[in-house]
């Protein structure tokens, strides 16, 4: 038993150093390939060390893993953004809510702004010649380019966000750049773990194998990546998601109420609400009246919460609160099954035109199932299942997305569907492997099932 601790915790350097590597080149979006293959030895380590984790003693692997989570989510911190610049446009739209602002009203690039712009986020002359600075319309005379992305459109996030961006602009020293955004997705990464490591450690079915499964996401090397050095906002909706999903059984007001905020802070969440309500409709015992209570205890709030949040925008926004979304749906393809690689896999098989309906048809029968047949213990277990179907069907190109299959695959302990975030991370670091990766994660999906089918574990046995 020493000998794999020692293993273990080998592999957690390795994977530490790797990520120190990777995201130390400062692979900037227009030259995110050189990350691809530092980062795929990141997770081939990563899958080495959770795999190594299992079996060891609680004591010591939850040593290794509050240590391992520490040092893997410290390398996020080593350097600016290093594969997106997401993080530029938090950072503004807290400095213009800070100046009284509705960060609906206007875009970074108009000129009614022009007083809160500085020579970070807009540099001119020779401080435009960086692969990460984008345009400004020509006229302009305060600068001639910015790190925000898109800075000719509104901006696209919900209201939760929207406060956390205030919050962290708030508490930021003067000058401070990129950084507070960086420790604050430390933090919220962190917090995630604890929260994961005590609701597993109270479950009957994973107390022993608490640390293990923490350990999918407190070592994934998406989370440094993406929450932490990117700072993306995900962070804030996938903590929520967490303590929903593992509170909604036991208080459904609470867990609706978390739900929403989730949505608020980042749309994506919303997709794990068929997970959440299987706990109600898949409970025994139950007459039809008291589940249609339950179901409208989570969603009722729910969707308070989400108006609520909106509300305070929407008095103090002359223009819609939805800034960018619809236009960002199309730019990304979504409403069109022959753009980019939207619905990869699907297209392999079946006409362009027919790709989009076939998604939503998958996706409604993966809710069907999960609100007819889920396990009313387990609602996360319906939410990686509505969630990772959506992943493959809709092959999403920007890996931060699937951070929440991560943290759902925690969770649930179902390793098969760590190939989705994976495969997303490809498709995003332009590589050209995208569709291939996400064909493997689909197989890997399906191999799975084949396997929990044929070798059910102990705990399904004693239920059967």
């Not at 990777?22 to 995110?32: E, N």
């Not at 350097?79 to 950072?91: E, L």
């Not at 955004?181 to 917090?191: M, N, S």
């Amino acid at each position: 038993m020493i000998r794999r601790t020692a293993g273990t915790a080998v592999l957690l350097v390795a994977l530490a150093g790797t990520l120190a590597w990777a995201i130390g080149q400062d692979a900037v979006p227009a030259d995110r390939r050189g990350l691809f293959w530092p980062y795929a030895l990141a997770w081939a380590f990563f899958y080495a060390a959770i795999w190594a984790v299992r079996g060891l003693p609680t004591r010591q692997a939850t040593c290794l893993l509050i240590a391992g989570g520490i040092a893997v989510t410290a390398t996020g911190l080593l350097s600016p953004p290093a594969t997106s610049t997401d993080s530029y446009r938090y950072v503004w739209d807290g400095r213009v809510q800070a100046a009284g602002v509705s960060p609906y009203d206007h875009t970074p690039a108009e000129a009614a702004l022009a007083r809160l712009r500085d020579r970070w986020l807009f540099p001119s002359g020779d401080g435009c010649e960086g692969p990460d600075r984008y345009p400004i319309p020509s006229g302009d005379t305060v600068a001639s380019c910015t790190r925000i992305n898109r800075p000719g459109v509104h901006t696209i996030y919900p209201p939760l966000a929207e406060a956390y961006f205030l919050l962290v602009h708030g508490l930021s020293p003067e000058g401070a750049r990129h950084k507070p955004l960086q420790i604050a997705g430390a933090l919220l990464a962190l917090a995630t773990s604890a929260v994961l490591l005590i609701a597993l450690g109270r479950r009957a079915g994973t107390r022993g194998n608490a640390p293990a499964y923490t350990a999918c996401y407190a070592w994934c090397p998406a989370v440094p990546l993406e929450l932490v050095n990117n700072a993306h906002v995900d962070g804030l909706g996938v903590l929520l998601t967490v303590i929903a999903l593992t509170t909604v059984n036991r208080h459904r007001v609470l867990g609706g109420t978390l739900l929403g905020a989730a949505a608020a802070a980042k749309l994506l969440p919303a997709v794990t609400v068929p997970g959440a309500l299987s706990g109600v409709l898949a409970a025994d015992g139950r007459t039809p009246a008291r589940r249609m209570l339950d179901t409208l205890a989570v969603l009722g709030p729910a969707a308070l919460v989400v108006a609520l949040a909106y509300l305070p925008y929407a008095l103090a926004s002359r223009g819609s609160v939805l800034g960018y979304l619809f236009g960002y749906l199309t730019e990304e393809g979504y409403d069109d099954a022959g753009s980019r690689d939207r619905y990869a896999l699907l297209r392999l098989v079946l006409p362009d035109s027919w790709a989009l309906p076939a998604a939503l048809v998958i996706v409604g029968i993966a809710i069907f199932h999960v609100l007819r047949h889920g396990d009313a213990d387990r609602p996360w277990q319906g939410a990686l299942v509505v969630t990772g179907v959506g992943f493959l069907v809709f092959t999403p190109g920007y890996s931060w997305y699937a951070v929440l299959v991560v943290a759902l695959v925690a969770l649930d302990g179902r390793w098969e569907w760590l190939g989705v975030p994976l495969a997303s991370g490809a498709a995003y670091l332009g590589t050209g492997s995208g569709t291939v990766a996400y064909a493997l994660a689909a197989l890997a999906v399906a191999a799975g099932v084949v396997v929990r089918v044929v070798r059910p574990s102990p705990a399904a046995r004693r239920t059967a």
